[in-house]
């Protein structure tokens, strides 16, 4: 019995030290949430626009409601006016007539067979297609001078299709759709305007605004429950990383805000300091990563550099700490470019006229 218990003191004692010899590393991501920079900033930085929607008369006789179409058409982060006089550009979003093809029936049959293969009967089923076409471009202008023209939704070349459900008589299938035709062509038209409309924000807040923007990211961690350092690595970076994930456009973190998370990770690599066991190497490889990254988050791009090197040195992942001082750089010659210092502010707030 005594041998026994010794022998398991001892698997015991070996599978510890076997686990502080290694340690597994864990990746938990996350969604960044801050303000992307115009791709095509104009002057003046942040700036006020009108807008203007022109549609022909069944289109906007069709709209469940006209201010909602109006609202959806935006460039975020930038300033809307009512008054034209009084903007700095001005936005137009042309539409054209939907154009609808004469309805065609369509017909599907299913073959019925016996057990052995034979053809007994045939069920028909019968819908009702037609197919339309639709485009709209939008323009930004300031004064008289175009600054931007493109399309918001271009399918002139190519059809678009709706399609009933199917009926089994084609009686039924033709009288149906007399009965839901209007109901049919009045939502498309919505919806194409809708849709042109959401596709021109996307594309006037990406190249002049200031659009809010979400990204994958990732801290470090590890799994190994038997090694030490385990419960106080996860606890602090699942504190980072609820901390990080508070973030939104237009509020970000200070470095007070996670001192301690920020305290701890730079301290984690001074307390595993054995140049050839794996288990330091991940250590010190988690610390270096998640203060380089922490930085970066912080929009202080300057002082990523510092431990991205630390990070290439330890000879865990090089690419890590190289991709980390690429991403800084990028990002500090677009605080430049635009000369804001940060990915997270209130626009309305952040510029004075």
Not at 30 to 38: D, E, G, H, N, Q
Not at 40 to 49: A, C, E, L, N, V
Not at 148 to 163: D, E, G, M, V
Not at 170 to 182: C, F, G, S
């Amino acid at each position: 019995m005594k041998q026994t218990l010794k022998l398991f003191l001892l698997l015991m004692v070996a599978a510890s030290l076997n686990a502080q010899k290694n340690v597994n590393i864990d990746s938990h991501r996350f969604r960044l949430t801050y303000r992307s920079f115009p791709a095509k900033p104009q002057t003046p930085k942040f700036f006020y626009y009108s807008k203007q929607i022109n549609m022909p008369g069944d289109t906007q006789a069709s709209l469940s409601n006209i201010d909602d179409l109006y609202e959806a058409l935006q460039i975020e982060g930038q300033r809307y006016v009512t008054d034209g006089k009084d903007a700095d550009f001005s936005v137009t979003l042309d539409m054209s007539p939907v154009s609808f093809s004469a309805p065609e029936v369509n017909e599907r049959v299913v073959e019925i067979k016996d057990k052995d293969g034979k053809i007994t009967g045939r069920n028909y089923y019968y819908s009702v297609i037609v197919t339309y076409s639709f485009d709209a471009k939008v323009q930004l202008k300031q004064g008289d001078k175009t600054v931007s023209t493109q399309f918001a939704f271009n399918r002139l070349s190519s059809n678009l299709k709706y399609q009933t459900k199917e009926y089994s008589t084609l009686k039924d299938a033709n009288n149906n759709w007399k009965l839901q035709r209007d109901d049919v062509y009045d939502k498309i038209r919505n919806d194409l305007a809708f849709e042109a409309a959401k596709n021109a924000t996307a594309a006037l807040s990406r190249q002049f605004g200031f659009a809010k923007s979400t990204s994958s990211e990732m801290i470090k961690t590890i799994n190994e429950k038997k090694h030490p350092e385990n419960e106080k690595l996860r606890e602090m970076a699942d504190n980072l990383k609820a901390k990080l994930e508070s973030m939104g456009p237009d509020n970000g973190l200070t470095e007070a805000d996670v001192e301690e998370e920020l305290n701890y990770f730079k301290e984690l690599p001074n307390r595993y300091t054995d140049p050839k066991l794996k288990a330091d190497v991940k250590l010190r490889y988690v610390g270096y990563y998640n203060v380089a990254k922490i930085y970066f988050y912080l929009d202080q791009p300057e002082k990523v550099a510092e431990y991205a090197d630390l990070l290439f040195a330890n000879d865990h992942d090089k690419n890590d700490g190289k991709k980390m001082k690429e991403e800084a750089a990028k990002l500090i010659e677009s605080f430049n470019a635009m000369d804001i210092r940060t990915r997270h502010f209130d626009t309305g707030n952040y510029f004075v006229d």
